[in-house]
Nanobody, 114 residues
Framework: QVTVVESGGGMVQAGDSLRLSCAAHGRAFTTIYWYRQAPGKEREFLAVWVRSNGTTRHTDSVKGRFTISRDNAKNTVDLQMNSLKPEDSAMYYC?????????WGQGTQITVSS
């Protein structure tokens, strides 16, 4: 059974940091993505981690503030978010992929107040 579960969201103030975790189990996922979606907006790609070689990529809008990484101890792929802004408020989703399928978590809400 495949499970994809995000955790770590919450309500913070501008300038704070949060660390999200994605626990994906049930397949040998090749890539783990983080996305977000704010009300009335399209889902936005944030970052990706590639299992085969550990490489990562971040969208330009979050470079320098957000970092995706693998936590081997927790068996999760995390998204460290620093210097949060009100415009970062959104539902954050993890997407775990294999070649033939894609699995989404339920999301975790982040609200950043000014």
């Amino acid at each position: 059974q495949v499970t994809v579960v995000e955790s770590g969201g919450g309500m913070v103030q501008a300038g704070d940091s949060l660390r999200l975790s994605c626990a994906a189990h049930g397949r040998a996922f090749t890539t783990i993505y983080w996305y977000r979606q704010a009300p009335g907006k399209e889902r936005e790609f944030l970052a990706v981690w590639v299992r085969s070689n550990g490489t990562t990529r971040h969208t330009d809008s979050v470079k320098g503030r957000f970092t995706i990484s693998r936590d081997n101890a927790k068996n999760t792929v995390d998204l460290q978010m620093n210097s949060l802004k009100p415009e970062d408020s959104a539902m954050y989703y993890c997407n775990a992929r294999i070649i033939e399928a894609s699995y989404w978590g339920q999301g975790t809400q982040i609200t950043v107040s000014s």
